[in-house]
């Protein structure tokens, strides 16, 4: 079965850091573009950051740039996004997906919700 499971989300004060974490089964993440994108309520889906599956290049929107990073690590099928500097409206539920080319989405898992707040 071919699945993307996130993780590592929760509560953070503005400042702080999580590490989300995006798990694949049933298939293998080698030489495949990975996304990440949030949606907050109320608000359309953005394209956080990307992972282009032939030679790793990374992109970012403008909002994240210099806070988040994203990494793939192929021996364990799991793609990570590390946010640092976190703000509230970085408030929203994350999800990784497949993609043809960055910020085009395929499938994606069932997401993990970040909430920055004090």
């Known amino acids: 079965q071919v699945q993307l499971v996130e993780s590592g989300g929760g509560l953070v004060q503005p400042g702080g850091s999580l590490r989300l974490s995006c798990a694949a089964s049933g298939f293998t993440l080698d030489y495949v573009t990975i996304n990440w994108f949030r949606q907050a309520p109320g608000k359309e889906r953005e394209g956080v950051s990307c992972s282009v599956g032939f030679d790793g290049s990374a992109y970012y929107t403008d909002s994240v740039e210099g806070r988040f990073t994203i990494s793939r690590d192929n021996a364990k099928n799991t793609v990570y996004l590390q946010m640092n500097n976190l703000k509230p409206e970085d408030t929203a539920v994350y999800y990784c997906?497949?993609?043809?080319?960055?910020?085009?989405?395929?499938?994606w898992g069932q997401g993990t919700q970040v909430t920055v707040s004090s």
């Open positions: 997906a497949t993609g043809k080319l960055c910020f085009e989405y395929d499938f």
